[in-house]
């Protein structure tokens, strides 16, 4: 199980690679964050896994566009959790 797991780990890492070489030097520097959306989804996939990382690459893809500032927006470490509760004080 694990080797299918590596398999599509570097077959979508793969695919992201083939992209930055074939497909963005034809688009010009768009992202409008670090790292950018490409580095983003192989980090994620490395770090979360394929379908997470897709998850969270997906999600990330969406909000790079002209109303959105971008900026610095790492990978979220494996074991972490936003914190949903509003801090009062």
Known sequence: MAKIKQAL??????????????ISPLLGPRC????????????????????????LAARRISKC????????DPVPEKNSQKNTKKETH
């Open 9 to 22: 780990q570097a077959i979508c890492i793969g695919l992201i690679r083939l992209y930055q070489l074939l």
């Open 32 to 55: 409008r964050f670090v790292p950018t959306c490409s580095e983003y989804a192989i980090e994620a996939i490395r770090t979360h896994g394929v379908i997470k990382g897709i998850a």
């Open 65 to 72: 566009h002209p109303g959105h500032p971008g900026g610095f």
